[in-house]
């Protein structure tokens, strides 16, 4: 292992502890002339911004916007920039695109999003919430076991379980619907439940969201159970009932056209861009940029 790939796969590392979505990207196969190789990797970041190496400016932009593309739809991709004439198919799961550069190189890179998994908050030690952590970990969700009177939840959280059989379940349950967790749960009988969440200092419409008691009735008697019965309907909800948004920060950018060379550009600030007549232009290249700037006018109708 190069020490470039050594310190791409340490920056990969703290983005997943910091639980930051990004892309890596990966060259496959590279046709000569061009720079890059197959090996070379990147890692594409929300904000458009690339670390690593994978290509030459056109290949780059082209990259940057299929990688924001994959950030928000969630689905890894084959992107192909190829010189000339595409060819009409290319395949489901694939893309081409076409390479303006005078390099005339041809290069594949795959493109693998690389998201959190889902979070779970459970609130108390219970042995309720240890099944709760169990069984959640072999459906793909990372869970924390959290102090109800400190809660921290966000909206991305998948959810916040309180079973902590009367400890700081007040605050939990509060901290969860100010911050718009999508599910939220309280293990609790009915009747004992009815007097927690009337004590809320919460809206009647935050207080109806909370689940309690929380699962599906399936005639549960051990915490296994109960904690099966629970992420049951956590599935149902993010799946079935109320599809849960998209774990990516953003929707996939707008993309923009060089005017120079008539590439598709991603509009952030990480790509190449100047103003011009109050408007933002994009750029595939310091080379496009360059010869707008000498001659706008000559680019007028295609910005």
């Keep these: 292992m190069t020490w470039q790939s050594e310190a791409l796969s340490a920056r990969t590392r703290e983005l997943e502890d910091r639980r930051e979505p990004h892309v890596l990207a990966t060259v496959v196969r590279a046709q000569h002339p061009s720079s890059a190789h197959p090996g070379d990797s990147a890692v594409i970041l929300a904000d458009g911004s690339i670390e690593g190496f994978v290509g030459g400016n056109c290949v780059e932009a082209s990259v940057r916007d299929h990688g924001l593309r994959v950030l928000a739809g969630g689905e890894p991709l084959l992107l192909r920039v190829l010189p000339g004439p595409l060819p009409d198919d290319p395949g489901e799961g694939a893309v081409n695109v076409a390479n303006p550069c005078l ?3 041809a290069v594949e890179i795959f493109l693998q999003p690389r998201l959190p998994a889902p979070r779970v908050l459970l609130v108390g030690t219970s042995p309720t919430a240890r099944a709760l952590q169990a069984i959640a970990e ?3 969700f990372e869970t924390e076991l959290a102090d109800g009177a400190a809660l921290s939840p966000t909206a991305a959280d998948a959810a916040v379980i309180v079973a902590s059989h009367g400890a700081d379940e007040e605050p939990a349950l ?3 619907l100010r911050a718009g967790v999508r599910y939220v749960a309280l293990v609790a009988s009915s009747r004992r439940g009815s007097d927690v969440l009337a004590s809320l200092d919460v809206s009647d419409a935050d207080r ?3 689940h309690c008691p929380a699962g599906l009735a399936l005639g549960a008697r051990t915490p296994a159970e109960t904690a ?4 049951a309907e956590l599935v149902a909800e993010r799946r079935l009932r109320s599809p849960a ?3 990516q920060p953003a ?4 993309t923009a056209v060089d005017p120079v060379c008539g590439m598709s550009v991603a509009a952030v600030e990480a790509s190449l861009h100047a103003e011009h007549a109050g408007a933002t232009v994009y750029f595939c290249s310091p080379g496009c940029r360059k010869a707008f700037l000498a001659a706008p006018e000559r680019y007028a109708t295609a910005s």
Excluded: H, K, Y
């Design 228 to 231: 099966l019965s629970i992420l």
């Design 103 to 105: 390099s005339g190189g």
């Design 138 to 140: 072999v459906l793909g």
């Design 174 to 176: 509060e901290a969860a």
């Design 245 to 247: 948004p998209s774990l």
């Design 251 to 254: 929707a996939a950018p707008a």
């Design 208 to 210: 109806a969201r909370v």
